[in-house]
């Protein structure tokens, strides 16, 4: 199984600031099968960045991925009131897939 | 549209069995793997396991090998997930998801368990 560990667990930052996240994994993720996703209170996770770098359909540009091996980063270039949510990564190089325990972003 | 709309809100007492519906539109349903995946409340999110739509081959969680099945009716397009001797810990959101990365998701069902 590959444990996947996010830091921080929580981050508080003001509107226009730049989001770093990190997702460090226990083994190497194969061909960079790494996503981030995005989940509000409530609602379904919604998929932000699949390979580790690709930006999924509909998510602006301000998001992005970066890393490989076992270490990856999500960016948010810009925040937005909007951004405030947990964030979840995931690995998908294993039929048994894993998800990080999440961090949690707060818009001051 | 593409979309998986899945049953509404159970809850059960202890020892019982749920089962929770995942029905796919707006795709070819046997193409594609159907994954579930819950989260207690204020919890992280935790893949139970998969099942190949098309072959029916499923793969469990080590977690909830003993307890779990998943099934799917192709004719319905939809997926099912059971879960048994329920306890209260396993009271949580479950969502199906289905894609390689999970880029589409159902809208989840609470299941308590009191």
């Known amino acids: 199984e590959i444990v996947l560990t996010q830091s921080p667990d929580t981050l508080a930052l003001s509107p226009g600031e730049r989001a770093t996240l990190s997702c460090r994994a226990s083994?190497?993720?194969?061909?960079?099968?790494l996503a981030w996703y995005q989940q509000k209170p409530g609602q379904a996770p919604r998929l932000l960045i699949y390979?580790?770098?690709s930006r999924a359909t509909g998510i602006p540009d301000r998001f992005s991925g970066s890393g490989s091996g076992t270490d990856f980063t999500l960016t948010i270039a810009r925040l937005e009131p909007e951004d405030s949510a947990v964030y979840y990564c995931?690995?998908?190089?294993?039929?048994?897939?894993?998800f990080g325990q999440g961090t949690k972003v707060e818009i001051k | 549209q593409v979309q998986l709309v899945q049953s509404g809100a159970e809850v059960r007492k202890p020892g019982a069995s749920v089962k929770v519906s995942c029905k796919a539109s707006?795709?070819?349903?046997?193409?594609?793997?159907i994954h579930w995946v819950r989260q207690a409340p204020g919890q992280r999110l935790e893949w139970m396991g998969w099942?190949?739509?098309?072959?029916?081959?499923?793969e469990y969680s080590q977690k909830f090998q003993d307890r779990v099945t998943f099934t799917r009716d192709t004719s319905a397009s939809t997926a099912y997930m059971e879960l048994s001797n329920l306890r209260s810990e396993d009271t949580a959101l479950y969502f199906c998801?289905?894609?390689?990365?999970?880029?589409?998701w159902g809208q989840g069902t609470m299941v308590t368990v009191s």
């Open positions: 390979g580790a770098s």
């Open positions: 707006g795709y070819t349903f046997i193409s594609h793997a």
């Open positions: 998801a289905s894609g390689l990365a999970f880029d589409l």
């Open positions: 083994q190497t993720v194969s061909s960079n099968f």
């Open positions: 099942i190949n739509a098309g072959t029916g081959n499923t």
């Open positions: 995931q690995q998908y190089a294993r039929s048994f897939r894993t």
